[in-house]
């Protein structure tokens, strides 16, 4: 059985508050674990989600202010300690190499583990593996941003009733699927579409063409809404989504279960956000994001 869920690990933006920490995420897609934007505090906030360092696989820095990448050199010099015995592969925007290279080698220690450093200047596709395709489209943020996005594979869904109806069974099932036909019957006779799922992470961002195309169709949106729609003046000027943008985003795009996050020490009243959100016309699955929360890829339609 696959998991496929996301951890949240930290949900402020710029700074950290009693309640929520530094930005940071952990996307559990089947054997992989996927680490989005860990801010500073990461480590300890894998810690208490009971996430290892033997659980990552590859990390994906949308940019680099601090609450996005501070974290990194706690989490890299983890993983050389904890001996992760498989290879690490790290994405972030090129213009920012000169910041992964410190926060790789902030301080000293022993590096023990291969990682692989994968700097995105373009759109397109990072990554190609059985379970995903990993995309990256630039946003719009006072420094370089890109989000990224996770697009399973089409597959074909085996229906066992026209399988019966046809007699085919057995070795002939596995035939029929390789070869797309078996005598007169067709792949298309004894199967349906299976649409892949999709997981996309938008984060410090104003509206532009890259949000909308990466929220496109997706099973779950994790997103920025750093201010409330009142605020969208100081929004538009740093480069930020307020609740009601996000929300409007996951409606045109179809979005199935929406995550807001990244808030601004500003703002108390977590429930305005969802509230906002709504009033946007968003009418899927809605979640306001605290720290430690888990939630699951939704189940295929
Ligand atoms: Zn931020």
Not at 74 to 81: A, C, K, T
Request: charge should be negative; glycine fraction near 10%; proline fraction near 4%.
């Amino acid at each position: 059985m696959s998991v496929r869920e996301l951890v949240v690990l930290g949900t402020a933006s710029q700074v950290p508050t009693r309640h929520r920490n530094h930005n940071g995420y952990l996307l559990r897609w089947d054997g992989e674990g996927i680490l989005f934007d860990p801010g500073e505090g990461t480590q300890r906030q894998m810690l208490r989600a009971g996430v290892a360092a033997h659980d990552l696989h590859r990390i994906c820095v949308t940019h680099f202010h601090g609450d996005h990448s501070l974290g990194l050199a706690g989490v890299i010099q983890r993983i050389n300690l904890d001996r992760v015995p498989h290879e690490i592969t790290a994405h972030y925007p090129r213009s920012g190499q000169r910041f992964f290279d410190r926060l790789r080698y902030a301080t000293a220690y022993r590096e023990t583990v291969p990682l692989t450093e994968a700097p995105v200047d373009a759109d397109g596709t990072l990554a190609s593996t059985d379970s995903y395709e990993l995309e990256a489209r630039k946003l719009s943020h006072p420094v370089e941003a890109y989000g990224y996005r996770l697009v399973e594979p089409d597959g074909r869904r085996m229906l066992p009733e026209r399988l019966a109806s046809y007699g085919i069974r057995g070795a002939d099932v596995g035939r029929i699927q390789r070869e797309g036909a078996l005598g007169d019957v067709t792949l298309g006779d004894v199967s349906e579409l299976r649409r892949g799922q999709r997981f996309a992470f938008v984060m410090d961002t104003r509206l532009c063409d890259g949000v909308y195309e990466l929220a496109q169709g997706c099973d779950l949106l994790v997103i920025e809404s750093t201010f409330l729609d009142e605020d969208v003046r100081l929004a538009v000027d740093h480069g930020h989504l307020t609740a009601g943008q996000a929300g409007a985003v996951a409606r045109d795009a179809g979005v199935r279960h929406l995550v807001l996050t990244h808030f601004s020490q500003r703002y108390s009243e977590p429930e305005e956000f969802a509230r906002q959100a709504r009033a946007a016309g968003f009418e899927g699955e809605l979640t306001v994001a605290h720290d430690l929360l888990r939630v699951p890829v939704p189940k295929r339609q």
